[in-house]
Structure formats: structure tokens, C-alpha cells
């Protein structure tokens, strides 16, 4: 012990030895892969931390659910999580958890992924999912750019904010990433910030619940290169501007919650109505047709 813990000995918390240091998460998380690769106040593992408090909130068994992620930054998630998890390919995790959700409808089937992999490449994947209201959750971690390949302008990336490929600020019009999930069939929409831990926790525990296709988007740092580039300021800067700029409007109308450079968000559950999930409509309308002719699959455990 040295001279100064000598005397403040009394006072001092001794933490306890290596061994028995234990992080409050590690049953939900692949500890053994652990450093991650994310940049320091990345909002990326704010939203890991409100997922598995969410699934936690949620009581579901951790077995029957099963993580997705696409590829990128955000695209890590599925690795980290000690659930059955997959990291898929790029735009790719949607189709992915069809083949799950579809095969074992008992399982609770949640995709986390990026802007890019999710909208971009994978966009056609989220309309059509969402029209079908495939039973599954989706967790958008919106940070406004193609972020692990350089900071690539991308369908969300606001007018005018700076990017690797957009050096005078970028002139495509941005998805509305609520509105478009409303308009393709989503039946619980949300949108909440990295600062709003606690609230996107509910959202995912309400979402997690919910039958058919839920949509949240988490408005997220990317400091390393969205933030630097544009001159953002660091981690705490970004925060101080959601707590600033972020207006809770639940119920709000998706049409005008469009995000512009810099200016106010809107957050809030927009969207959380009811509407038969794909297998129920599925089911349903078969048995119409065809009578006692009609076996619906019931899951790998049926016999079928
Ligand atoms: C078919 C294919 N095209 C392009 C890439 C390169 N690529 C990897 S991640 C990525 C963008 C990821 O952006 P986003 O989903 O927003 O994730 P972020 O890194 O921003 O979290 C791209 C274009 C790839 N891996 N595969
Ligand atoms: S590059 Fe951006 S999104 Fe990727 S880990 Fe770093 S801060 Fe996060
Ligand atoms: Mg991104």
C-alpha cells in the first residue's frame, strides 16, 4: 500500500480483485470478444445497453430470442450478444430473420443494424417486411452515414451535412425513416436518441412485445467521422444537442418528423396499432379457403 492509501486507508473503497469483478451485463453479453471495436462515445453501445435492459424489461426467455445484424459499425451488435445471434451480410439481416421468424414462430426475432445496411442496401427488404408485418423488431441505429467504410454520404444523411462523398454537403433529399416505415405496414413506430436511455429501453421492451414489425430508429453518434466532419464537437456535444433539440411528441404525425441538419428531432412512439401479424393472416386466410385441408406449421417441434 502506498504512503497515500496508507493514510486515507479508512476512506478509501478497495475494489475487489480481478476475479471477482463482474460487469451487471455479462450473462447477455460474448465477454470473450470483448474489447469492441467501437470508438470511444460512439452511441452504439448506449443502444446495446438499452437493448438488453429492454429484454430484461420485456421478461421474455433469452433463449427463445435471436438477434441479426447486417454489416457496418452498428452491424456488430449481433456479435457481442450472447443470444442466438448472426452477423449477416450487408442489407442482408432482414431477410435473414424472415428465415427465422417463418421457421420457428416461437422465437422473438430482432434485427440491429445501420441507416446504410437497413435502408440502403436493405431497403427493399425493410418496405416489404413491414408491408407483410412480419412478426420481428427492428432497431435502426441512425447515424447519418456509412460509417465503418469512411463516412459515405447515405439515405438518411440530412441536406447540406458534410460527408466523405458529399464534400460540399450532400444534396439527395433523406428518407423519413418513421414515415417510411408507417407507410410500408410497421405497426409500432418509434424514434428516441443515444441520450434518451430510458425511454428506448420501454420502447424495446414495448416493442419486443408487440406482434408483427415493429420499427424503433435510435438517432446516434457517429463523433469519429458524421461529427467531426460536420464540426459537431465531441460525445458530450452531441448529447447537449439531443437534450437541447429533441422535442417528445408521441403521436406526432410521421409525415413531419423529417430530420434536417442540425435542427430539431422529433422523438416519441409515433405509430402502435393492431393489424394480423403475416403468420395469423397467413393461417387465417387459408383456413378460409381450404378448410380442415389447412395445417398451419406450427414450429420445428409439430411433427410436420
Ligand atoms: C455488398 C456490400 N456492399 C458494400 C459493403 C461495404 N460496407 C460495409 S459496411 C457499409 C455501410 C454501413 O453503414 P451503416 O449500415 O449505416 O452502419 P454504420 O457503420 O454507420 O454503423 C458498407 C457500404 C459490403 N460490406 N458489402
Ligand atoms: S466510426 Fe462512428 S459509428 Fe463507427 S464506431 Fe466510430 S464513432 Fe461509432
Ligand atoms: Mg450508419
Not at 417528445?248 to 441538419?261: L, M, Y
Amino acid at each position: 500500500m502506498s504512503e497515500i492509501e496508507k493514510e486515507f486507508s479508512d476512506t478509501l473503497t478497495i475494489p475487489p480483485p480481478e476475479e471477482e469483478l463482474h460487469h451487471p451485463m455479462e450473462q447477455y453479453l460474448r465477454m470473450e470478444r470483448l474489447p469492441h471495436i467501437w470508438c470511444s462515445t460512439c452511441g452504439i453501445g448506449t443502444v446495446i445497453t438499452a437493448f438488453i435492459s429492454g429484454l430484461q424489461k420485456s421478461e421474455l426467455d433469452p433463449k427463445k430470442v435471436a438477434i441479426v445484424s447486417g454489416i457496418g459499425c452498428s452491424g456488430r451488435a449481433a456479435g457481442y450478444l450472447r443470444l442466438d445471434s448472426f452477423h449477416s451480410t450487408h442489407g442482408r439481416a432482414i431477410p435473414f430473420a424472415t428465415g427465422l421468424a417463418l421457421g420457428n414462430p416461437e422465437l422473438k426475432v430482432v434485427v440491429i443494424s445501420g441507416d446504410g445496411d437497413l435502408v440502403a442496401i436493405g431497403g427493399n427488404h425493410l418496405i416489404h417486411n413491414a408491408r407483410r408485418n412480419i412478426n420481428m423488431t427492428i432497431i435502426c441505429i441512425n447515424n447519418f452515414n456509412y460509417a465503418m467504410t469512411g463516412g459515405q454520404a447515405g439515405p438518411t444523411t440530412p441536406l447540406e451535412a458534410n460527408a466523405s462523398t458529399a464534400p460540399y454537403g450532400c444534396y439527395e433529399f433523406p428518407f423519413n425513416l418513421p414515415y417510411l416505415a408507417e407507410s410500408s405496414g410497421a405497426v409500432y413506430v418509434a424514434r428516441w436518441t443515444a441520450l434518451h436511455i430510458r425511454r428506448l429501453t420501454n420502447a424495446i421492451a414495448e416493442a419486443l412485445l408487440k406482434p408483427g414489425f415493429s420499427f424503433i430508429e435510435v438517432v446516434c453518434p457517429c463523433t469519429t467521422l458524421y461529427a467531426r466532419r460536420n464540426r459537431l464537437g465531441d460525445g458530450l456535444d452531441l448529447m447537449r444537442f439531443y437534450h437541447d433539440n429533441a422535442i417528445i411528441q408521441h403521436g406526432a404525425d410521421t409525415r413531419e418528423v423529417d430530420i434536417s441538419f442540425q435542427e430539431r428531432i422529433t422523438v416519441g412512439k409515433f405509430i402502435d396499432k393492431e393489424k394480423p401479424t403475416f403468420l395469423e393472416q397467413r393461417d387465417q386466410y387459408l383456413k378460409s379457403k381450404l378448410g380442415d385441408q389447412f395445417v398451419p406449421y406450427k414450429g420445428p417441434d409439430d411433427g410436420h
